[in-house]
T-cell receptor, first 113, second 118 residues
Framework: GDSVTQMEGPVTLSEEAFLTINCTYT??????LFWYVQYPGEGLQLLLK?????DKGSNKGFEATYRKETTSFHLEKGSVQVSDSAVYFC????????????FGAGTRLFVKA | GAVVSQHPSWVICKSGTSVKIECRSL??????MFWYRQFPKQSLMLMAT?????????EQGVEKDKFLINHASLTLSTLTVTSAHPEDSSFYIC??????????????FGPGTRLTVT
């Protein structure tokens, strides 16, 4: 079945550091890929998405490119802020099986001032 | 746009009682809503998919008689935890997929409901 694997956390960075959170997936067909962010005690917010190969999703300085050849969708940000501290989930929605969304385990990010 | 609300945001109940959680799409119609469960510091586990006007589809291992889902309208789905026990304590999150987004499979999440069973 479909699955999402993302790097384990927590990831601790200093403010203005470069962020990469790796995400790889396995899926049949051509899924849509997403990054969601969850702040403490809150639900999930869509951060960015890509619906086909080579698409780049971007939002709030975060970027991720849909790489079909490496089945990856790594999240990057050039300069993190303390306010970026949260849990980040990589997810895919396939085009089979009722369009269910599969989430990765989540990566907790701590940004120090 | 695309706001999903949940009510209540948190609830404490005694073991053996039932609790109903509402999920509403405020500014769009959702033919499909999803219910997830999240344990502390873990990912989301899909419990069931509900389509308006039909029975919910439960994931393997989820007790349909314990977690009753009703999707009575295009803007409201409810999850009732029946005869709750402490092990049902968790963070329950719903999401809604606008009927216009089938091509990109977007879904919008509610803020979650924290259930504590004592």
């Amino acid at each position: 079945g479909d699955s999402v694997t993302q790097m384990e956390g927590p990831v601790t960075l200093s403010e203005e550091a470069f962020l990469t959170i790796n995400c790889t997936y396995t899926a049949t067909g051509y899924p849509s890929l997403f990054w969601y962010v969850q702040y403490p005690g809150e639900g999930l917010q869509l951060l960015l998405k890509a619906t086909k190969a080579d698409d780049k999703g971007s939002n709030k300085g975060f970027e991720a490119t849909y790489r079909k050849e490496t089945t990856s969708f790594h999240l990057e940000k050039g300069s993190v802020q303390v306010s970026d501290s949260a849990v980040y989930f990589c997810a895919l929605t396939g085009n089979t099986g009722g369009f269910k969304t599969i989430f990765g385990a989540g990566t907790r990010l701590f940004v120090k001032a | 746009g695309a706001v999903v609300s949940q009510h209540p945001s948190w609830v404490i109940c005694k073991s053996g009682t039932s609790v109903k959680i509402e999920c509403r799409s405020l500014d769009f119609q959702a033919t499909t809503m999803f219910w997830y469960r999240q344990f502390p510091k873990q990912s989301l586990m899909l419990m069931a998919t509900s389509n308006e006007g039909s029975k919910a589809t439960y994931e393997q291992g989820v007790e349909k008689d314990k977690f009753l889902i009703n999707h009575a309208s295009l803007t409201l789905s409810t999850l009732t935890v029946t005869s709750a026990h402490p092990e049902d304590s968790s963070f329950y999150i719903c999401s809604a997929r606008p009927w216009t987004s089938e091509s990109s499979y977007e879904q919008y999440f509610g803020p979650g409901t924290r259930l504590t069973v004592t």
